[in-house]
């Protein structure tokens, strides 16, 4: 090709790179996770729900990192329920409430160290008033897998 009566010559390099997959996450909420407990009958306990079961993948030598917020149950004009997060081996025993150490409102986060799937069971822990209000509430829990 000339330019400005110089000849330059332009080469195009293509270098073929291993495709890099995403991790997966699949996540299932279970029947416990629509109808939780809220007393208010005059006391309260501590309630430690099985509330979804995940799977994650990653093909990363370096693992992955899951993540999972906590917060509220809320309802409108009501009292909120504080929440927190704990993720345990698929089918193992539900966890105990000192397992729960990521305050309500923070993110916990589990990390794996090498490629390959997983399965674990999600869990929240939760106190209600003791004089709750009836009706419906509604909370959200976010969940994310990064590879490391």
Known sequence: MKLNGIWSTILLLSIASP???LPTLSTSSTTTASSLDL???G???THIVKVADLSFSTD???GLTLQVTSGAIT????E???FQVVTVPNDASAPAEADFTVPSGSAYTYVTSAAGSEARDLYILYTPSALQDPGDYSGIIDVSVFDN
């Open 75 to 78: 309802k409108l004009a009501g």
């Open 39 to 41: 007393d208010g009958e």
């Open 43 to 45: 006391t309260a306990t």
């Open 80 to 82: 909120d329920i504080e």
């Open 60 to 62: 990363n030598t370096l």
């Open 19 to 21: 495709a890099a997959a």
